[in-house]
């Protein structure tokens, strides 16, 4: 089985500002995705970002990149130029080839972005 | 493109009676996942159906259930509802096979009380 750890239960910044979010996970599968999703308080799930663990090079979509270190397993977000509308949880989550298990998540990150 | 829809929003129940919630997959998706999101618990996956046919399921007992109809969308039904079930269920859809298939698109819940 595998775990998603996020260590981070609340996170604040201002407006315009760079911040990184925290994932570890454990996992003895070889072949799998991670993903960051984002849960605004209107509580639509929407997926942020995408990473094959296949793919050395790290994922980036817009303002948003990910920090892939596969040997630590780590997987981090980092949110450039931050905005308002990014406030919302974003949970880190794993799935391994093939889908079966569905998705793992992390416990998630509350980010508030002050304005 | 429609997204994932899901009915109905809210669904208030008493201990011990059955709760049945639909969801409604993006046009072209053949998979369906569906999750629980109860308070302190986070993010459990319960089900995912492909192709009409239930694959897999998570940590939960049978009371829980569900199908998959021939135009993709899907249904869960909870039995003997007991107060713990109380929560915001999601259901998510993908493309089965491909690359791509591994991405969910989460539609936006049913927030199921149980009193």
């Known amino acids: 089985a595998q775990t998603v750890t996020q260590s981070q239960p609340e996170m604040s910044v201002q407006e315009a500002e760079t911040v990184t979010l925290s994932c570890t996970y454990d996992t003895s599968e070889s072949n799998y995705y991670l993903f960051w999703y984002k849960q605004p308080p209107s509580r639509q799930m929407i997926l942020v970002i995408r990473?094959?663990?296949?793919?050395?090079q790290n994922a980036t979509e817009n303002r948003f990149s990910v920090n892939f270190q596969k040997a630590a397993k780590s997987f981090s977000l980092k949110i450039s130029d931050s905005q308002l509308g990014d406030t919302a949880m974003y949970f880190c989550?794993?799935?391994?080839?093939?889908?079966?298990?569905?998705?793992?998540f992390g416990k998630g990150t509350h980010l508030i972005i002050q304005p | 493109e429609a997204g994932v829809t899901q009915s109905p929003t809210h669904l208030i129940k008493t201990r011990g009676q059955q709760a049945t919630l639909r969801c409604s997959p993006i046009?072209?998706?053949?998979?369906v996942y569906w999750y629980q999101q109860a308070l302190g618990l986070g993010l459990q996956f319960l089900l995912w159906?492909?192709?009409?046919?239930?694959?897999n399921r998570g940590n939960f007992p049978p009371r829980f259930s569900g199908r998959q109809f021939p135009n993709y969308s899907s249904e869960l039904n909870v039995n003997a509802l007991e107060l713990e079930d109380s929560a915001l269920y999601l259901c998510?859809?993908?493309?089965?096979?491909?690359?791509?298939?591994?991405?969910?698109?989460f539609g936006p819940g049913t927030r199921l009380t149980v009193t």
């Open positions: 998510a859809s993908s493309l089965a096979g491909g690359d791509r298939s591994y991405e969910q698109y």
């Open positions: 159906y492909d192709e009409g046919e239930e694959r």
């Open positions: 989550a794993f799935m391994k080839r093939g889908g079966a298990d569905g998705l793992t």
């Open positions: 990473q094959e663990a296949y793919k050395q």
């Open positions: 046009s072209g998706h053949t998979s």
